[in-house]
């Protein structure tokens, strides 16, 4: 995966959030909670908070599914995706979210120093 597409969909997305202080805050709590939990599990957690939490899993799946990197249809979601992979891609996939994740913080702080202006 290119360093210059993950952060092409990164900028993109991020460009679209709303709400950016949460995002923001939620986003870099993120890498953190998969080191410690694991991926499926905080997921899971960002699931049960939909309200503050789905644009996050929607992005990141949306970025997985782009890149091939798992199967599924727009109507599938993260945590059904994730739970179902075999322990090889299951360490892909969180290698994978871990990098993407960096690229939606970069462009998160940087969209709020903009603002902030």
Known sequence: ?????????????VAAVKELDNYKINIRKMPM???VNG??????????KK???????????DHLLQNELIEGNANQ????TVISLNSENYRI???????????????ADGRDALDRK
Do not use: C, N, P
Request: hydrophobic fraction near 45%; charge should be neutral.
């Open 1 to 13: 995966m290119s360093e210059l597409h993950r952060a092409k969909l990164a900028f993109e997305q």
């Open 33 to 35: 909670m998969i080191q």
């Open 39 to 48: 991926l499926a599990q905080t997921v899971s957690f960002y699931r049960t």
């Open 51 to 61: 309200e503050q939490h789905g644009v996050i899993l929607k992005h990141l799946y």
């Open 77 to 80: 979601d993260l945590v059904e």
């Open 93 to 107: 996939v969180t290698s994978e979210v871990m990098s993407y994740l960096q690229w939606l913080k970069r462009f």
